[in-house]
């Protein structure tokens, strides 16, 4: 197949949501298909190291806050006709758009489409004001969907909330568990029991609630360091309350290249991930996993369906400050515990490889070419605005499942 992955956010911005397209494109490339990813332009200059004739980018992104994390929208004029020149001259078999309820890259791909349509839902949140207001208007390009895929039931709750009509597969998030299990230990980080962070500084991480549980920690092991790989809009606020610390027990390294994060893994004792909520999955805690690390993570929705029962990691309510130093010191000071809590999430991270995932994928494919070119309604009471998107759309023809 020739499959056109959609997405607002991809390299050079960092998170999950570039982390999965980018794999999820090797691994059905690896399986034979034509993969092509449609996103939108960071600049000239931050888009160049990242750039392939598989790469097309449409509109420039516009960064901004929202969800206690940074989101990107696409801008730009005459993104609609060139969407639909691109379509054209493609002919995608399969369009799969990540995050098609957030405008604007998918919202014009979706009306322009005149292919098979899936999308997958990464986002968990408690209520948006935004999406609520927008719902209305949402529904003519969520109705194109032929197939929805959540990363995980809170992903699913969270969009069902506003788009409840439809049927739903859970495709989880991958890892690339032989890369992070191939990790070397940093020698500027030996001989000291190290705790690692990765993220981004931004609220709903929870880096703050470390970085107030950490002094906890020394006082039970006076020799322990923090390194916290990632950046964010709040980094110069830590860099200013932690003063003195900084560069010496605790260090920021920014963000680093993704083929040494493995690295910072190996180079740890344990992987804190304190978030605070709305985190759907917690890509974070696979690559801790595949690195064989003891896990201390906030008890949340996202983070509880990924630890389960693996014994992989201690789970604390977020915001307990004193429970997430009682948790690291506990595995800290054990190392027979934090051997087999490495070993328990080496292998319950198995599941979560790529190929188990894009096969996962590809089934979804295959049911929704079944389904071409019927549509589905999105929102009970507003059927009728999907009558709207009849303008948008040109001329379709069904494609068999075994095209």
Avoid at 174 to 182: E, K, L, M, Y
Avoid at 315 to 324: E, N
Avoid at 350 to 362: D, F, L, P
Wanted: proline content about 6%; aromatic content about 8%; hydrophobic content about 45%.
């Amino acid at each position: 197949m020739k499959i056109g992955l959609v997405s607002e956010s991809y390299y050079p911005a960092v998170g999950g949501y570039a982390e999965h397209l980018h794999n999820l494109a090797v691994t059905l490339r690896q399986r034979g298909h034509t993969v092509k990813i449609i996103t939108t332009s960071y600049g000239e200059y931050a888009d160049a190291p990242f750039n392939s004739p598989d790469i097309i980018r449409v509109g420039r992104s516009f960064n901004f806050h929202k969800n206690g994390s940074q989101s990107h929208l696409a801008y730009g004029w005459g993104m609609s006709k060139l969407l639909r020149n691109i379509l054209a001259r493609e002919r995608f078999d399969v369009l799969h758009l990540h995050s098609p309820e957030q405008p604007m890259l998918n919202w014009l791909v979706l009306v322009n489409s005149d292919t098979v349509n899936v999308g997958t839902f990464h986002a968990m949140y408690d209520r948006s004001l935004p999406l609520g207001m927008a719902r209305p208007l949402a529904a003519i390009p969520m109705s194109r969907l032929h197939a929805r895929i959540a990363v995980s039931p809170a992903a699913q709750a969270s969009v069902s909330h506003y788009f409840p009509e439809g049927e739903w597969h859970t495709v989880p998030n991958g890892v690339n568990v032989d890369r992070f299990a191939a990790g070397k230990p940093l020698p500027q980080f030996a001989g000291r029991p190290t705790i690692l962070f990765v993220g981004n500084f931004v609220i709903r991480k929870g880096l703050v609630n470390l970085l107030e549980a950490f002094p906890l920690v020394q006082q039970a092991i006076p020799n322990v360091r923090l390194v916290a790989v990632g950046d964010g809009q709040l980094r110069k606020r830590y860099e200013k309350q932690l003063g003195m610390a900084l560069g010496r027990d605790i260090i920021f390294t920014g963000r680093v290249p993704a083929n040494q994060l493995p690295n910072y893994y190996a180079s740890a004792s344990v992987f804190c991930a304190p978030s605070t909520g709305r985190e759907s999955f917690g890509i974070v805690l696979l690559e801790a996993m595949a690195a064989g690390l003891p896990i201390v993570a906030s008890d949340i929705e996202g983070y509880r369906q990924v630890l389960a029962t693996t014994g992989a990691a201690i789970t604390v309510p977020p915001h307990d400050i004193k429970g997430l130093a009682r948790g690291l010191i506990t595995i800290l000071q054990d190392p027979q515990a934090a051997a087999a809590m490495g070993a328990a999430g080496r292998a319950a991270v198995e599941q979560y490889r790529w190929a188990n995932v894009a096969t996962a994928v590809e089934k979804v494919y295959v049911e929704a070419r079944q389904r071409f070119p019927a549509t589905q309604p999105v929102m009970l009471g507003w059927r009728w605005l999907t009558k709207l998107a009849g303008k948008f759309r040109r001329a379709v023809v069904p494609v068999r499942a075994d095209e």
